[in-house]
């Protein structure tokens, strides 16, 4: 017999108020569901980055057995602060239609927090509640209520904020708080998301199908303004079904479709290193020696920064591009522009020697 399943989709933030987003009203009849993932979160003005890695987010119906609904091995980072105003759609999940009353997240058990002198420390984690604890290896587990009813063939969000307004350090550690928080506030939220995951479906300029690792999909929209590159040199791809590839764009929970801004083809061998992969602003630029410094608002591809400036060396090979698209060149990287590297972390000079340097209009 069929078993009938909801579908969740998680979304992460963290709100100026300190929201973790809650699961909205699921809705529909059948045999299955959605739960979307989301993530949402202010720490300390001390700290404008506080860099935390998530690598996996269950849900239990009663307490005791659980549900894997995400799952990334190597983490996903997640620069908190920049996440005040914004949820992040991290992916789908489907789950047996009903009402889920708890999550537990695996965390890193350290977070990177940037001073505002340029000091960068990583340090212990202590969560509220009653379910804090250690997990394997360098992990954490924080466990918490939610409140999140999902029907079959129904869609539901469930927003995990991140309360920065009440972390606080206290011996060392950093004692941090996550929460279900207010849905109305995330109405009014921007809606972005990054997924990875396998391209199906495929119809070349308009929109694809993303299976990523629950083995949902996602849709994916491609515009004129869709950057499309490979990560193996930064050059321009071409999509294909099957490839594995890293989508990250705006998210329109309504229509259920991610609207490409870049889609990253990870044309690279197993077991290669991800290449290091920042976006954020412009602070600094050397003409002569062709290197910036960024101070990053996001880090992909599970690169987390070690500073809270991250320098940038460009070669004769490093290519550039405006988003929407259109030609660049070293000249147009200039102090105040928000910019999107990809490239591999040196860590003798710490810095990203960069494949392609995409410019934001």
């Not at 009653?130 to 469930?158: K, Y």
């Amino acid at each position: 017999m069929r078993k009938a399943m909801g579908f969740v989709g998680i979304l992460l933030g963290a709100t100026a108020l300190a929201w973790l987003t809650g699961c909205g009203g699921g809705s529909g009849t059948g045999d299955s569901g959605t739960l979307r993932l989301y993530v949402m979160d202010s720490f300390s003005d001390d700290y404008p980055q506080v860099w935390a890695t998530l690598r996996r987010i269950e849900v239990s119906a009663g307490g005791s057995s659980w549900r894997t609904v995400y799952d990334d091995a190597d983490g996903v980072e997640l620069n908190l602060p920049e996440l005040a105003d914004t949820a992040e759609m991290l992916g789908e999940a489907a789950v047996p239609p009903g009402s889920y009353v708890r999550a537990r997240l695996t965390l890193r058990n350290t977070m990177r927090l940037m001073h505002r002198n340029g000091s960068a420390a990583d340090v212990p984690l202590r969560l509220s509640g009653n379910g804090f604890g250690p997990g394997p290896n360098d992990t954490c587990m924080v466990e918490f209520p939610i409140a999140c009813s999902v029907a079959g063939n129904g869609q539901t969000d469930l927003l995990i904020d991140f309360d920065l307004p009440h972390f606080g350090l206290d011996g060392g550690q950093l004692q941090a708080r996550i929460q279900q928080g207010d849905a109305n506030r995330f109405r009014a939220m921007h809606k972005r998301g990054r997924v990875a995951g396998q391209v199906a479906n495929l119809e070349p300029g308009v929109a694809f199908d993303l299976i990523h690792a629950s083995r949902r999909s996602v849709h994916v929209a491609l515009t004129d303004a869709t950057t499309i590159v490979q990560a193996s040199d930064g050059q321009a791809g071409t999509l294909a079904n099957g490839q594995f590839v890293f989508v990250t764009g705006t998210w329109d929970p309504t229509a259920g479709v991610l609207t490409a801004t870049v889609v990253v083809i990870m044309d690279i061998p197993v077991g290669t290193p991800r290449p290091a992969h920042v976006r954020g602003t412009v602070l600094e630029v050397d003409g002569a020696a062709k290197t910036f410094v960024v101070e990053p608002l996001n880090a992909f591809m599970n690169f987390r920064p070690m500073a809270q400036r991250v320098k940038v060396t460009t070669t004769d090979s490093t290519l550039y591009g405006f988003v929407p698209r259109g030609p660049a060149t070293f000249d147009d990287v200039t102090v105040g522009a928000k910019v999107d590297v990809m490239g591999a972390y040196d860590g003798s000079s710490d810095s990203i020697v960069a494949r392609r340097v995409l410019i934001a209009r």
